[in-house]
């Protein structure tokens, strides 16, 4: 896609699973990407393998931080004009059980980060006539599950900021879309496991089987790398028409 050689992306969570992956799919379409995630060693490594990369850790729950991170990203880049929103993190429990601090610190990295992050890309986007935002959500953007409140509620909150920044970027060039997809083979996946058995009372190794897979048409994990390339077709000039729009990628599982 030369379309995309020398733009500039800021990918968050990109130390692992889907992040990396879709900073390597657009370091390999000649994107300058900077990485961003809490994991400063694993996320400088994975920079120093790419191609025009670079690392940036940051704490997305504090809004200083977040300041910090675009404010170098331009002055060490120019620009921004692929913004991809993919940190996250999980924690499986029921409503009554469910600790306020984990779903403040959720909503704070899932949604509220994300808005923040928009809001400083926007007018720099606007100015140039051109701009690409990815918000990675989940099929939970589209469906509940049980012992995920914070997460969900999270999920659902970027399909509404993600509609709405598309209808307001629309006159400037710039579009927004969420990708969701069903379980992704990845760390915060695989963490979920015991969690998960715990909650639904069966062992951890038929996790996968009845619950992470149990919906699908096609029961399987998706891989990073296919969400990743999905994103990178968004940012293409070929996806311009797209905005506003959920990305369903879920093995089937919302066609239920």
């Not at 995630?37 to 025009?52: F, S």
């Not at 029921?94 to 600790?99: L, Q």
Request: aromatic share 4%.
């Amino acid at each position: 896609m030369k379309s995309l050689e020398g733009k500039v992306a800021l990918v968050t969570g990109a130390a692992s699973g889907i992040g990396l992956a879709v900073a390597r799919d657009l370091a390999q379409q000649g994107v300058r990407v900077t990485l961003c995630d809490l994991d400063a060693e694993a996320g400088q490594r994975e920079a120093d393998a790419l191609p025009n990369a670079r690392f940036c850790r940051a704490n997305l729950a504090r809004k200083e931080e977040l300041d910090r991170l675009v404010q170098e990203t331009l002055e060490a880049e120019g620009q921004i004009d692929i913004l991809v929103n993919n940190a996250g993190l999980q924690h499986v429990a029921p409503i009554t059980e469910f600790p306020e601090e984990k779903w403040r610190s959720i909503i704070e990295v899932m949604l509220t980060a994300p808005f923040l992050l928009t809001q400083a890309v926007l007018p720099s986007m606007y100015e140039r006539k051109w701009g690409r935002i990815i918000n990675i959500g989940s099929v939970h953007s589209l469906r509940a599950s049980a012992f995920k409140s914070a997460y969900v509620a999270a999920k659902h909150g970027l399909l509404g900021l993600t509609r709405v920044t598309a209808l307001e970027a629309a006159p400037y060039g710039v579009t927004c879309n969420l990708i969701c997809p069903s379980y992704v083979r990845t760390p915060l996946v695989e963490k979920q496991i015991k969690s998960q058995a715990a909650v639904h009372h069966i062992p951890e190794e038929e996790v996968v089987e009845k619950v992470m897979v149990a919906e699908g048409a096609i029961k399987r994990l998706l891989e990073p790398e296919e969400v990743a390339q999905l994103v990178t077709y968004l940012c293409s000039d070929a996806a311009s028409a797209i905005t506003g729009s959920s990305q369903v990628i879920d093995c089937g599982w919302t066609a239920h």
